[in-house]
């Protein structure tokens, strides 16, 4: 009988939490949810521990809390330079998907266009791109760590989250791409059969 009351409690405490989060845009949604984990002491990666069950990417990683790392650390604390320090992309299609992973996940930016990728970059204090438009054409055509958005822009794909989860190694991002690939020939087979 107990456990039926801490079950309709946590029931009452979520209608009353998304009822006041419906209203709030994105960003305005991050900050309430990381402001009350502050206040609880609830760290992000233990929140993403408790959320791997939900498909996230990579083995035994969630992605359900913003901020959440393959190295474990709290990185909605990061700073862009700490956060692309951390990750040490090696190609402009992997920075330019950290720095949507972090426009994404620590901006609560889910839909943005090359322009603010670049601002990003620059406050992340990383190289230029040779040519910004090109490395995120890269990386939505060729790598498929972005995605169109409409209006122009772009947001990250699951497996773009999964390579900047992967980094900084570079063996494990190897890895999550050879699988995207697998299953994306799986998929291309199946369609043959059938027409």
Do not use: W
């Not at 900050?31 to 002491?41: A, E, K, N």
């Not at 190295?71 to 990750?87: C, H, L, N, Q, Y």
């Not at 939505?140 to 958005?149: E, I, Q, V």
């Not at 773009?160 to 087979?189: W, Y």
């Amino acid at each position: 009988m107990a456990k039926a009351t801490v079950f309709g409690a946590e029931l009452t405490a979520l209608g009353t939490v998304l009822a006041a989060l419906e209203p709030l845009e994105a960003d305005k949604r991050v900050f309430v949810l990381r402001t009350v984990m502050d206040r609880l002491s609830i760290s992000s990666s233990s929140a993403a521990l408790a959320g791997t069950g939900h498909g996230g990417a990579g083995q035994g990683r969630g992605l359900a809390i913003p901020g959440d790392s393959a190295t474990g650390a709290d990185v909605s604390r990061m700073t862009p330079k700490e956060f692309i320090r951390s990750k040490q992309p090696i190609t402009d299609v992997q920075r330019i998907a950290c720095l949507a992973y972090y426009l994404t996940h620590n901006r609560g930016t889910g839909a943005f266009k090359t322009a603010e990728l670049t601002k990003l970059n620059t406050e992340a204090a990383g190289n230029p791109f040779s040519n910004a438009a090109v490395a995120v054409m890269n990386a939505t055509a060729t790598s498929r760590y972005l995605t169109p958005a409409g209006g122009g822009r772009k947001q990250i794909t699951s497996l773009g989250e999964e390579v900047v989860v992967a980094l900084p190694n570079q063996e494990e991002v190897k890895a999550v791409t050879a699988a995207q690939k697998v299953r994306r020939r799986r998929k291309a087979n199946k369609k043959a059969k059938k027409g």
